[in-house]
């Protein structure tokens, strides 16, 4: 008998240490607080000429207007409005960039893409003396044909926003 | 204050009560309850008479595992009485099952004759006084172990098991590879180690890898029917358990293990491993304990393919494990812990996806404490609690090598079960309660909200035997909730809200011995599946498989409804198998293809989750005919349709019809297997699923085993796709990038000591 309650008394404390254990878990996941870095939310794009005139607009997966420039020519200065998939807005990044600077967080690029450069160019905002916003591009027409644009902004070396491919046209 | 914590403390309250006042819990009835068993013997080679060494003996119930002397001999010592099936494996020879009664105070003997394979068939000499009974319950659908699961040891468990009949297996290049059974896969096949859950994200996504290593394995199980309901709900797949025996469970009397080196020529690399276990009674003045430990590692490079390199497809596991047992005669207790982590890539080329795939990190680490108490009082004969701890970490890098994604999930699990003699209607089974916590997170380029998640389960699993009519049943009833870190709206999920969920699983299976050679049988199963935080609230582009995916943050609990009608024959030189089988689901939750881009990343494919209704019929034989002594002459074949209900549209990622023909020679020590396996042209695809082209490959393979210098070596050496033939499986992800590995020479040295 003294030996049967002493072996129910170590299982149960066996018992006791699994349930005791059972709280290993805590708070400490290996994914939480991992620099997790501060994405900027958009679901579509507007690109407006420098007179701020709505030359396309991407909300989500669909397209409307084209840019059009001539051989040898270039677009102007356009600059680009984002989509905002909780308040529906559309929104001028650079006040939300600045928003996150002062927050301490990083900044975001804007990168767009020529499908062929053989046909156009595009020279971004950085690269453009006096740009009024990084937030902005200039397309350069190269040869006549058709190709497309695609805008993304980068965080890091990832997209948080990538738009559909935008049609234009080098006349 | 949190439900968990007050559930702990109510338990450890509990718990405590009946440590400090055992007579409030111990009856004078309860006396005999240290009283156990033992089973002993001698196993024979049938020809020469000869006693056979290194046989893996398993008491499958309890999961009790040992091998044979090299003089034949055999012991199980401090068994808890009961009725078991001894199951007896040795390669080159037939496995030999055998039920076993062991009451308290028995030793009962019984000699064991094993028999060659391609030879006559099995016979059983028991001298005990025990009566003989033919039946084997619980055997599993597939069981890979001794030189099977040599020959079939592949990369993954995944790769390992795919050859069985009824099991594909999808895949997103070389590591990440899960089985599909019939269909089905993710949280409908479990996939266990021990019995328990892995507690890694392979169900989720086919990017994800099984966090088990099949190197070390001693056995690998495939179940289905009733007894699946024991490790969850929604088990309509079935159950695929990996069993390395990581915490020792029964006194082993002298030192024993194996180690294994393989290579292989289509990734130009191998892996090695070694499991040692050790009694320290004899150091310890006879106190019953014991320890066990494990380690494995695997190195390989890009795997070849008929079309050249297939890049990003290297692969670095590393696993180790270590446990100490107490095994008193009232009981176990043991303690384990193990680690594994895993370095690999997936291909890239997509579109959408990296052109240089993503690289991959995973690691887990694992606590286990496993308690049994022997009872034998009245109805009871066992209680046993289980639990386990995971720390998983899944990173996902891109091509720069930032941090693109990673996921972090925390998993507590507690199992109570307890055994159940005969009572009432039913000869044997299970009660118990099982839960797990899970705390889930992800960071990096993801819009899915941190969780927590709940679980709790309560299932009964009865069994019965009338003559010639096997009988037995399982009933499950779960509750979980899912609470993420806070409470949003989302223009694509939905509310992202605290869920809760509850549902009953069942299953009932009939098997009668319709004659001494044919057996028939019928089960029928109800599963319950809730969804998961992924299927609720995933957000984000997931780049390694090369998806945008998007949860339903409204979606409800998964029912599916499974019947199957199997025969099986064993006549003669003839043994055969074939099932027919209909799941149906009223709300199968998969991420299926939108066919549009998402709004946020313009360049990634859509995949909303949705529950649809979904009906899956198919049918599965498999045939073994000793065509002459020494020749067998063996075939395949798993088919399965999956259809949307009401609608003319299928299911994607269903394996086509597949299936293998092969002679197998087997004489003294050698074995040689003349394989060839295929699967006809997929077509029937499901929307935006592009169709795939049928394809044979052919293997050789040659198996050597010899007891030397007191320790059996066993030697595999084969060559897979011997003509290198050129073809894509459909349920790769990267099929369209790339065809599977090419010609591939592999040895597998494996030496049991």
């Known amino acids: 008998m003294r030996s049967t309650i002493l072996s129910i008394q170590i299982f149960l404390l066996s018992a006791l240490l699994s349930l005791t254990l059972t709280g290993c878990s805590g708070d400490d996941n290996p994914a939480r607080g991992n620099d997790n870095p501060h994405h900027i939310e958009a679901i579509g794009v507007r690109i407006l000429d420098v007179s701020q005139t709505l030359l396309v607009e991407a909300d989500g997966t669909e397209v409307t207007g084209s840019i059009t420039l001539d051989r040898d020519g270039d677009t102007g200065f356009l600059t680009v409005h984002f989509l905002h998939p909780d308040t529906g807005e559309w929104y001028d990044p ?78 | 204050m949190k439900r968990r ?105 019984v000699d064991l004759i094993l028999h060659h394979k391609a030879m006559s068939l099995p016979d059983v000499e028991v001298k005990g006084e025990r009566e003989r009974i033919e039946t084997v319950r619980h055997a599993p659908v597939s069981d890979l172990v001794g030189g099977r699961l040599q020959r079939n040891l592949g990369t993954t468990i995944a790769e390992t098991v795919g050859r069985e009949p009824g099991i594909a297996q999808r895949s997103m290049g070389p590591a ?15 996939i266990l180690e021990d019995g328990q859950r892995t507690g890694d994200l392979s169900g989720g996504s086919s990017d994800h890898a099984v966090a088990i290593e099949p190197v070390t394995a001693s056995q690998i199980e495939v179940l289905r029917g009733p007894e ?64 066990r430990m494990d380690a494995s590692l695997r190195k390989t490079g890009d795997i070849r393919t008929p079309s050249g390199q297939l890049g990003n497809t290297a692969l670095q596991t590393r696993n180790g494990s270590g446990s100490l047992s107490f095994l008193p005669k009232w009981g176990v207790i043991g303690v ?91 000869e044997s089974g299970v009660f118990g309660i099982s839960g797990d916590w899970r705390n889930y997170a992800t960071s990096g380029l993801s819009f899915t909200p941190d969780a927590r998640e709940s679980s709790l389960g309560a299932f009964l699993y009865q069994q019965r035997e009338f003559n010639a009519f096997h009988f037995d049943m399982a009933v499950r009833y779960d509750l979980r909730t899912i609470q993420p870190e806070s409470e949003r709206s989302s223009v694509f999920v939905g509310r992202i809200r605290e869920r809760s969920f509850s549902g009953f699983s069942g299953a009932l299976r009939g098997e009668t011995h319709v004659s001494r050679t044919l057996t028939a049988g019928v089960s029928l199963m109800k599963s319950y599946r809730s969804p998961t935080i992924e299927e609720l609230f995933s957000e984000g582009p997931h780049l390694a498989a090369y998806s945008y995916e998007v949860g339903d943050a409204d979606l409800g609990s998964e029912d599916g409804y499974g019947t199957e009608i199997y025969l099986k024959k064993e006549y003669g030189r003839f043994r055969g198998h074939t099932a027919l089988f209909l799941n149906q689901f009223d709300s199968y939750l998969y991420p299926r293809n939108t066919g549009r881009f998402s709004p946020r990343r313009a360049d990634l494919y859509e995949y909303r989750y949705v529950g649809v209704g979904v009906q899956m019929t198919g049918a599965e034989g498999s045939v073994e005919v000793d065509v002459a002594d020494h020749f067998t002459l063996k075939g395949s074949a798993s088919f399965v349709k ?92 990267i099929k369209s990038v790339m065809p599977e590995p090419g010609r591939n020479l592999k040895v597998v040295y494996k030496v049991y000591f």
């Open chain 2, 642 to 733: 999956g259809q949307l209900t009401g609608k003319d549209e299928y299911l994607p990622m269903i394996p086509p019809l597949h299936g293998g023909v092969g002679l197998s020679w087997h004489c003294c020590v050698w074995s040689l297997d003349l394989d060839m396996m295929g699967a006809w042209p997929q077509r029937s695809v499901g929307e935006f699923e592009e169709p795939t082209a049928g394809w044979a490959r052919v293997d050789v393979t040659a198996h050597y085993q010899k007891v030397h210098g007191g320790m059996l070596h066993s030697i595999v050496i084969g060559i897979e796709n011997l003509l290198d033939s050129e073809y894509r499986q459909h349920l790769s992800r």
């Open chain 1, 94 to 171: 650079e006040e939300l960039e600045e928003e996150h600077e002062a927050g301490g967080e990083e900044s975001h690029e804007l990168v767009v893409t020529v499908g062929s450069t053989e046909i156009a160019t595009a020279t971004h905002g950085e690269e453009i003396e006096g740009a009024p916003t990084h937030w902005g591009f200039r397309l350069n027409g190269v040869a006549a044909g058709a190709t497309t644009i695609r805008i993304e902004i980068y965080h890091e070396d990832h997209p948080d926003y990538t738009s559909p491919l935008i049609p234009v046209t080098v006349r």
């Open chain 2, 228 to 291: 699946t309901l024991l490790y969850g709900p929604g088990v309509l797949g079935g159950v695929v358990d990996v069993k390395r025996g990581e915490i020792v469970r029964n006194e082993p009397h002298r030192i024993f293990g194996s180690a294994l080196l393989e290579g292989g020529t289509v990734h130009q690399g191998g892996a090695g491993g070694a499991s040692l276990t050790l009694p320290l009674s004899p150091l310890l003045g006879g106190a019953p304990f014991a320890v």
């Open chain 2, 5 to 109: 914590t007050k559930l702990q403390l109510v338990l450890l309250a509990f718990f405590a009560l009946l440590t400090v006042t055992p007579g409030v819990a111990v009856s004078a009835e309860v006396a005999s309850m240290t009283g156990t068993a033992a089973l002993v013997g001698e196993i024979h080679e049938e020809v020469s008479r000869q006693p056979l060494g290194f046989v893996h003996l398993m008491l499958i119930e309890l999961g009790y595992t040992i091998s044979s002397h090299p003089d034949g001999s055999y012991h199980f010592f401090r068994v808890p009485p009961g009725e078991y099936t001894l199951r007896a494996t040795r390669i080159g020879y037939r496995d030999q099952f055998q039920r076993v009664v062991l009451a308290a105070g028995d030793t009962l003997q």
């Open chain 2, 336 to 426: 384990a812990g193990a680690a594994y982590d895993s370095e690999y890539g997936i291909p890239g080329g997509f579109v959408g996806g990296h052109p240089n795939g993503v690289d991959i990190e995973m690691q887990r680490n694992r606590l286990d404490v496993n308690s049994a108490l022997y009872i034998d009082w009245v109805r009871l004969k066992r209680l046993e609690l289980d639990y386990s701890f995971s720390s998983y970490q899944h990173t996902e890098y891109e091509s720069s090598g930032s941090v693109g994604m990673r996921f972090g999930v925390l998993t507590d699990h507690l199992d109570l079960k307890l055994h159940l003699g005969r009572h009432a209607f039913f």
């Open chain 2, 176 to 190: 990440p590879a899960r089985p599909v059974l019939r269909g089905l896969s993710g949280d409908r096949l479990l």
